[in-house]
């Protein structure tokens, strides 16, 4: 088959994507094939906000039906071109249906890590400081 990705990552080229949140809605939409405008655009429809688009993680399942993780533009434009090619004659009505699945924040994980792990540090040296003032010195016999 023939993926002509470089037509499909150009502006303003309009793909309507049929997309399946984690509860099992259905939501129809018409975005660029670029990965961040069809974030954006997901995130507006389910009302996530664009606060959490960046955590919008969408899948396409390929001829094999093993389920494509889509990180890029590149790997969204392949996900649109599989679709194509394996619905020839679609035309304007070609409709690229994946799964989207929204993450935890990564960045407030790694925060509130990086604050326990200072909590632990600042426990020990309390400790030590605690044990290294209260011990008595052992008297010495001659």
Do not use: W
Not at 5 to 15: E, K, M, T
Not at 25 to 40: A, G, M
């Amino acid at each position: 088959y023939k993926l002509d990705n470089a037509s499909l990552l150009s502006c303003g080229n309009l793909v309507i994507f049929k997309i399946v949140d984690s509860e099992g809605h259905t939501h129809r939409l018409r975005s660029e094939v670029r990965i961040l405008n069809l974030r954006n655009a997901f995130a507006d429809k389910t009302n996530l906000g664009k606060a959490k688009a960046h955590n919008v993680r969408f899948k396409f399942f390929d001829e094999e039906g093993d389920a494509i993780l889509i990180s890029t533009d590149e790997d969204l434009a392949e996900a649109v071109a599989l679709t194509r090619n394996s619905n020839p004659g679609q035309g304007s009505k070609l409709v690229v249906k994946l799964v989207a699945e929204v993450g935890e924040d990564r960045s407030a994980n790694v925060d509130s890590m990086v604050v326990a792990g200072l909590g632990v540090v600042v426990v020990a040296v309390a400790a030590g400081i605690m044990m290294m003032l209260t011990s008595k010195p052992t008297p010495t016999r001659y």
